[in-house]
């Protein structure tokens, strides 16, 4: 007969715990010494316990269902369509091509790929209805699942103009995409701009729903899903947290719709924290996040090239940066365990604390007239700007930690040869609506100082 060994053992209550701790202490004080308290105001505990634990998350994070994305910038139709077929056939499961125009021939560059059942993604710098019509085509006859990602409230925030002249036209033009097509997953939501300009969790949470919100204000009725595309960034159990604190408050939301659209969490590793000096630790990084991205119930997953700050898009890149992803799939296995992190106190405790305090922040930005009023009048930057400055701060004075950088430098280290692309803040002066939100990373004065010194 089949014995359980915990019976030997009598149990030990939170409260025994933190004696114990107290006791080592040796008189220091517990909430200084061990709480740590993070940009959200959300206090970490050093331990999380059965009998403090009130209410799980209902959140289904499939990580069994995780495709590995390849980015695939399209300039060159023939090269595009090499690369597209060269990194399915080493791993990757799903395309995302970036469309500049609407100039490049899309039918010759799907015509050859085996789409089959297959997720592809597609990044628009503009908005055509003829272009989508072809790829409402294309999708039906080869059985691909398309998603085109267009996020015009996304393209406002980041270069601070609309697609076209005006918020009404970018809708209506929307509008009537989705009345000439049948196949296509129409909207996306660019998670990634708030992260990488400095928003803590949060805000991130906050601002994507708010600014899903407006989509769904206008089109719950026909869309069928809504892309996040979400940067993850190196606090690995709150970016777990993060990804499902977002999808079980989006299924929130769209059930006042009465709708049963989807959240599709489309993720990739942040930029924020990267570094063009020891760059090699940047694999550390990524590796890590895409980890946190697999838990947290991501649907794919573009993992960012460690060079991908300095160098040109180039095939040694992008092989290390999907066999991470091949690891952790089929050697790691990452993928054979569906909601990885239920039962976990301290990541059950994350996720309903952030989706509390998003909530809130959430119900705030309605109150105070939508996503799109304090958009314009400079409200979202402003807030994002002062928890970015927050977090500029900790990493000038070595509180946040980037190895290699402000932690153990490489004095002998030297970067100004190898720069193919410009790693820092582009200054592009234009006339814009708004003035757009700005992604920065926290190494990029450091930097520019030892280039000058080289």
Not at 5 to 10: E, K, R
Not at 62 to 75: E, G, L, P, R
Not at 148 to 158: E, K, M
Not at 217 to 245: C, H, M, P, W
């Amino acid at each position: 007969m089949a014995t359980n060994l915990f019976d030997d053992f009598n149990p030990i209550s939170s409260k025994q715990w933190k004696q114990k701790i107290q006791f080592e202490l040796d008189g220091a004080d517990y909430n200084q010494t061990v709480i740590w308290n993070s940009p959200e105001d959300i206090q970490v505990k050093p331990f999380y316990h059965s009998d403090e634990f009130t209410k799980a998350a209902n959140v289904n994070t499939q990580a069994s269902d995780f495709k590995i994305c390849q980015n695939i910038f399209v300039f060159d139709i023939e090269k595009s369509i090499e690369r597209a077929l060269n990194t399915l056939e080493r791993g990757a499961e799903s395309l995302r091509f970036a469309i500049q125009n609407e100039k490049i021939d899309i039918e010759k560059l799907l015509e050859n790929l085996p789409l089959e059942n297959r997720i592809v993604y597609f990044h628009f710098s503009f908005i055509s209805i003829d272009f989508v019509k072809k790829l409402d085509t294309i999708s039906l006859q080869k059985k691909a699942h398309f998603y085109c990602n267009f996020d015009p409230i996304g393209q406002l925030a980041r270069e601070g103009n609309w697609f076209s002249t005006s918020e009404k036209t970018n809708f209506d033009t929307l509008n009537l995409v989705f009345k000439n097509t049948t196949n296509l997953n129409i909207l996306s939501v660019d998670l990634g701009l708030y992260q990488n300009s400095g928003a803590n969790i949060t805000q991130q949470i906050a601002y994507s729903l708010a600014h899903a919100n407006e989509y769904l204000n206008r089109f719950a009725d026909n869309a069928k899903s809504i892309v996040f595309q979400v940067s993850v960034g190196t606090n690995y159990f709150f970016e777990i947290a993060k990804l499902r604190a977002l999808r079980m408050l989006f299924d929130l939301i769209a059930a006042e719709y009465n709708s049963e659209i989807k959240c599709h969490l489309l993720v990739t590793p942040t930029k924020r924290n990267k570094t063009i000096y020891d760059y090699n630790v940047n694999m550390l990084r990524t590796t890590t996040e895409c980890m946190s991205a697999i838990l947290g119930g991501a649907d794919a997953i573009a993992n960012l090239p460690y060079d991908a700050l300095y160098h040109k898009d180039n095939e040694f890149g992008d092989r290390i940066a999907r066999n991470q992803l091949l690891i952790l799939k089929h050697e790691s296995y990452f993928d054979k365990v569906n909601n990885p992190a239920d039962g976990s106190y301290y990541i059950e405790s994350l996720t309903m604390q952030l989706a509390e305090k998003s909530l809130a922040l959430f119900k705030d930005i309605e109150a105070n007239g939508g996503f799109l009023k304090l958009l314009n009048d400079g409200t979202i930057k402003k807030k994002i700007q002062e928890s970015a400055n927050k977090e500029q701060e900790l990493f000038d004075t070595k509180k946040e930690i980037l190895l290699g950088t402000n932690k153990y430098p490489n004095k002998e280290d030297r970067m100004k040869h190898d720069l193919e692309l410009f790693p820092f803040v582009k200054i592009k002066p234009r006339k814009t609506l708004i003035t757009p939100i700005i992604e920065k990373r926290l190494a990029e004065k450091m930097e520019q100082e030892r280039l000058e010194l080289e």
